[in-house]
């Protein structure tokens, strides 16, 4: 047994580079089983802290504390670069809703059932559910991408646009609760709204101002390539440590930066958005295993019981009243309520806020780290494990696409067209037409076609092969349409076939509603007929469109398909559309119907599908 | 619905010889027209305003091209097989050779849409496409298109 290691040279290298390591492996077979990845490096943390197998002790929070702003930054930048411009303009709205007022209700909520549990007082209670009160972004998107299940496109965009900008709330609330108890009662009311308003204002000028320089900067230097994404991370950093420094929201400045700078024009994009992946990667990696050698498991046994309590508590109670109330005005159905209460998942955040009481020194300090602690825990287990069967059971999922092999290459600055290649995979669309008759998008044009490393002449090819390469240049927006020219058309077994989804027939959404009126049998008024599907669908939706939104007309329901600039390009028309809303009593067969189903297969051995 | 209320076995082409989608429906409305009395000319511009507002080609290599006119009485189902695909504009851009029209009285409204979507769950059937495909036989394929229900409503 390795007792007694301790923190330096050559034992944290060697050690923390195992430890590493081990995270990656061991979360490879975290996804064979469906535990959440999180959940395993949390956990792999804990087995080699004081109470595991490695018995490292680790108790400096201040460390802690340093590392974990770090990570928080770099993870909530990245998650900015890869939140599409028009994700945030769907989501915007409901989501900022959620970060604020959602992130209120439920720490009040969950502050209360504290106060119950553990006996606290209200500013005590309070200071509880504010470090729980954010969901957490990385773990979130992990959960949804690491099953492969796409989930209508709004309920999406609002959960991951909240749970980027929720944080800077939570901090803002802990903060508070802190300082209210260093401090007493001394801190005046208009104190507490003047902070709130530099947080928040100060946060989003730095972020927006400090994302445009950012882009600016790096369009203007001529560096080596690898240089670039340690200048935009430099400059992440930079900007959430200067926003904290003046006492703006530096998570919230830092998110918004990766925001303008994901969706801007700039040079090394791809450079610098692999960097920023594999960098999150550590960073997700580094902060659960620290938060993991952190705590003191042996520590946390007083506290599990009231703890359990406050952690369902807020995912029961105070998750689903906060997104039910936030999500009022919104015109969400209640499945899609239902699946944002549910993924209300708690990540690395409350923990790391949880470190705040203990560095302030607040008598019991270390009881708001355990319970936040056992919360996450809690509900990584309990709504990790879930994600993609509630999706499926309230009905919100999409069909998968079939990922396409594609290379990207940086082009050069100011020229509006990248360069992409492909690897034609086998029954791809590309593959049933001739080449010289190949359906590209407008504006592409294949610069090369290389079968068994050898570059083919095109004038004589027949036909594309599966495998060969094919190398185009293209138009940004134009590379999707190439993704299924070239990827493996959907698979047959698809659990969500596209036509139960999309329906049976697909139209034009700049098609006259009228038209499509006459052949469908549905009434419109007359000022219904003269507009574009689109319209229309805009207009009954009553919100921006997102994919999968539905809408009911006459016998048929409409379904959006594709949307480009918040029209709605693409229609799929359903003829005998089922009752999608899910009653209770609907809910429990189906419920039992799969546990049945599963405990029949496990008998048969593994097969997949249902 | 069956589909054997919709289809005779007049209207089932075996071995369409077309290079287009525009000839396809032009045949397909010339013996829609002789089955159903009504002009070639009113058949297909219907036929091809429906396809004007997004195209019946639904993946997979089919295509449903559909639409209502006057002076119908009942609903009409026409089946013809290619003897080689041609590029019908269909969403997964697979060229069609299995195609399904269905004509429908000006007043219908539930009966058509219902039996739209029979055709379109039959013809979801990979199995029994598959078998449509390796037969050239009017009646083997009417055979197929009509069995009853029952044997692929999954």
Redesign the interface.
Same mark, same amino acid.
């Given at each position: 047994m390795l007792t007694g290691v301790h923190f330096g040279g050559e034992h944290f290298i060697f050690f923390g580079a195992l430890l590493v390591l081990g995270s990656v492996l061991l979360g490879m077979l975290s996804t064979r089983i469906g535990a959440p990845l999180l959940l395993v490096f949390l956990g792999l943390g804990m087995l080699a802290g004081e109470d595991g197998v490695a018995q490292v002790r680790f108790n400096d929070f201040g460390v802690a504390y340093t590392f974990g702003s770090i990570a928080l930054a770099v993870i909530l930048f990245d998650g900015g670069l890869r939140t599409k411009r028009r994700t945030f303009e769907l989501a915007a709205a409901p989501a900022i809703g959620l970060a604020t007022i959602g992130v209120l209700l439920t720490a009040v909520i969950c502050g209360a059932a504290a106060m119950l549990f553990l006996g606290f007082n209200w500013i005590g209670g309070f200071l509880v559910g504010a470090t729980i009160a954010s969901t957490d972004a990385a773990a979130v998107f992990l959960l949804l991408h690491q099953r492969g299940t796409e989930i209508k496109e709004r309920v999406n965009a609002t959960l991951e646009v909240e749970s980027g900008l929720n944080d800077p709330m939570a901090v803002f609330l802990t903060v508070i609760g802190v300082e209210l108890l260093s401090f007493g009662n001394r801190l005046l009311g208009w104190e507490i709204a003047a902070q709130f308003a530099v947080q928040l204002f100060g946060g989003a000028v730095i972020g927006l101002g400090g994302g445009l320089a950012l882009v600016r900067l790096i369009n203007r230097i001529e560096i080596a390539a690898g240089l670039y994404p340690i200048v935009a991370a430099a400059a992440a950093l930079a900007i959430f440590g200067g926003a904290q420094l003046v006492g703006a929201s530096g998570f919230l400045a830092v998110y918004l930066a990766g925001l303008v700078m994901g969706n801007r024009k700039h040079r090394a994009a791809i450079v610098i958005n692999r960097f920023f992946d594999g960098l999150a990667w550590l960073c997700q990696i580094g902060m659960f295993l620290m938060l993991g050698l952190l705590v003191t498991p042996r520590f946390l046994l007083a506290d599990l019981l009231p703890a359990i309590g406050i952690a369902l508590v807020l995912i029961f109670v105070a998750r689903p009243l906060a997104v039910f109330i936030c999500l009022l005005p919104f015109r969400f159905s209640r499945e899609e309520v239902l699946f944002i209460s549910w993924v209300g998942l708690r990540g690395a955040v409350p923990i790391f806020l949880a470190s705040l009481p203990v560095l302030a020194e607040i008598p019991g300090g270390f009881t708001y780290f355990n319970v936040a602690f056992v919360v996450v825990l809690t509900s990584l287990v309990v709504q990790g494990w879930t994600v993609g069967p509630a999706a499926r059971l309230l009905k919100l999922e999409l069909p998968q696409q079939e990922e396409a092999s594609r290379l990207d290459f940086d082009a050069l600055t100011g020229y509006d067209r990248d360069i992409a290649g492909y690897r034609v995979a086998p029954n791809s669309?590309a593959l049933?037409?001739k080449f010289a008759n190949l359906?590209l998008p407008s504006r592409v044009r294949i610069l090369s076609v290389i079968r068994e490393g050898v570059v083919q002449n095109r004038e004589n090819l027949e036909r594309l092969e599966p495998g060969d390469y094919v190398l185009c240049v293209a138009p940004p927006e134009q590379l999707h349409a190439l993704d299924t020219?070239f990827a493996a058309?959907?698979r047959?077994d698809a659990r969500a076939d596209?036509?139960e989804v999309f329906g049976? $027939?697909?139209?034009?959404g700049e098609?006259q509603a009228g038209?499509?009126a006459? $052949?469908?049998?549905f009434t419109l008024n007359e000022d219904e007929r003269a507009l574009t599907l689109s319209e229309l669908m805009n207009r009954r939706i009553g919100h921006r469109p997102g994919v999968g939104d539905r809408v009911s007309l006459?016998?048929?329901e409409l379904i959006v398909r594709e949307v480009a600039k918040g029209k709605v390009k693409?229609?799929g028309v359903e003829?005998?559309p089922e009752d999608r809303r899910v009653t209770m009593a609907e809910l429990k067969r189906r419920v039992q119907e799969r546990m049945r189903a599963r405990w029949l297969r496990r008998g048969k051995g593994r097969r997949r599908g249902d | 619905m069956e589909i054997s209320e919709l289809l005779a076995p007049d209207g089932v082409i075996a071995n369409l010889k077309v290079t287009s989608k525009k000839q396809a429906l032009r045949e397909l409305a010339q013996r829609a027209a002789r089955i159903t009395g009504l002009p070639e000319r009113a058949i297909f511009d219907t036929l091809l305003e429906r396809e004007r507002l997004g195209t019946t080609g639904v993946g997979h290599g089919i295509a449903i091209p559909h639409g209502k006119l006057p002076g119908l009485t009942r609903l009409h189902g026409l089946f013809a097989r290619l003897e080689q695909p041609v590029d019908f504009d269909s969403i997964d851009e697979i060229p069609v050779d299995l195609i399904f029209v269905l004509l429908a009285p000006e007043g219908a409204g539930a009966d058509h849409l219902k039996a739209l979507a029979r055709v379109s769950r039959l013809l979801r059937d990979r199995g029994i496409c598959e078998k449509m495909r390796g037969t050239d036989n009017p009646d083997a394929l009417f055979a197929l298109l009509t069995e009853p229900a029952a044997s692929n409503a999954a």
């Open positions: 669309p049933m037409q359906h020219l058309r959907k047959v596209t036509d049976e $027939f697909t139209v034009s098609m038209q499509l006459s $052949f469908y049998s006459g016998l048929i693409m229609v003829l005998e | -």
